[in-house]
């Protein structure tokens, strides 16, 4: 099967995939009331379509983030989280909700500007390393402060309602998203994946190494900048809007490159498909759980990532001992 065919498979599935996540749910919604003047056809306008667009977006961009990431790092077990930027902008967004500054827009903004500060943080932090290294570290330091004061945030939080609302927006949803949400995020995803793609002949260049990339004429800054813009504007925009939804970026990668090959570049598109479609086949199966509510997607793609990435630890941890 050729490489243009294997996409072609992909994006049927995403459409697939798409389609199904209209209908299904506590009420599901036939083909027949589609454009019609049935009542439930406004479930699939109002409710139903702005949450498939955000998850088709919010897969596509952090599934495209963690084939770049392992690209660049040269590191299987990469994830858009190991450079901080989710864990600062869940940060700024729960001090948002925490201290009552509002919600919806604000919230965004704050989760923004938190990526945003990450960004520049991490930049500062590596800008004169050339080294991976470097930049896998500052951004462990960055997940790992964030989290604790994220956890110090609700200890110290005065109102039990904040406290509840910080919880459930940490463990990420798509559910109750609207088309206020798509417009807010949809921008700077778009944008930081144009960004992430442009890298592409940079990660093939990498794979021999940073030394042999300089001797190709790639310039390490121009990529370390793309890359980390790239993270912040499309995990900054998917954690103001959805919460924390991880292991995409982890996951996607693996799965698709024993069918697209090893070379970054090559993984970059079919990551972001398998991203999409991966997320929005687990939003269609958390509203199929048994009982009034919904499992929380965060925690669905949690329970998915969390053995898968074990298995890889586990595998990495096999090879070092041959």
């Not at 800054?221 to 813009?229: C, D, T």
């Not at 086949?281 to 929380?296: C, I, N, Q, T």
Request: net charge positive; charged share 10%; hydrophobic share 60%.
């Amino acid at each position: 099967m050729t490489r243009t065919l294997k996409l072609i498979v992909l994006v049927l599935l995403v459409i697939l995939l798409f389609g199904l996540s209209l209908g299904c749910g506590k009420v599901w919604v036939p083909a027949s009331a589609w454009f019609s003047t049935d009542p439930r056809w406004w479930i699939i306008l109002e409710l139903r379509v702005p949450r498939a667009v955000l998850g088709l977006a919010l897969g596509a961009t952090l599934g495209l983030s963690g084939a770049v990431l392992q690209g660049y790092l040269r590191n299987p077990l990469a994830d858009p989280a190991v450079v901080g930027v989710s864990s600062v902008a869940a940060l700024a967004a729960v001090a948002a909700i925490v201290f009552g500054l509002g919600s919806g827009p604000a919230i965004f903004a704050a989760a923004m500007l938190g990526a945003g500060g990450a960004v520049a943080l991490l930049a500062a932090l590596t800008w004169r390393s050339p080294s991976a290294i470097t930049f896998i570290l500052a951004g462990t330091v960055l997940s790992s402060l964030a989290g604790a004061l994220t956890a110090f945030l609700i200890s110290i939080a005065p109102n039990p309602y904040a406290v509840a609302e910080v919880i459930d927006w940490i463990m990420g949803a798509l559910t109750d998203r609207g088309w206020d949400d798509v417009t807010l995020a949809l921008p700077p995803m778009m944008v930081g994946a144009v960004l992430l793609l442009l890298t592409g002949r940079s990660l093939d260049a990498l794979a021999l190494g940073e030394a042999a990339a300089r001797s190709l004429g790639i310039r390490m800054g121009r990529v370390r900048l793309l890359v980390v813009l790239g993270n912040g504007l499309v995990v900054g925009a998917g954690v103001a809007v959805t919460g924390v939804i991880g292991f995409v970026g982890l996951v996607v990668p693996h799965l698709l490159r024993p069918i697209f090959g090893h070379r970054p570049s090559a993984l970059l598109l079919p990551s972001a498909l398998g991203g999409a479609a991966l997320v929005l086949a687990a939003d269609s199966l958390v509203r199929l759980a048994p009982g009034a509510g919904e499992v929380r997607l965060g925690v669905a793609m949690a329970m998915i990532g969390a053995p898968f990435f074990l298995g890889l630890l586990v595998r990495e941890r096999g090879r070092a001992w041959i």
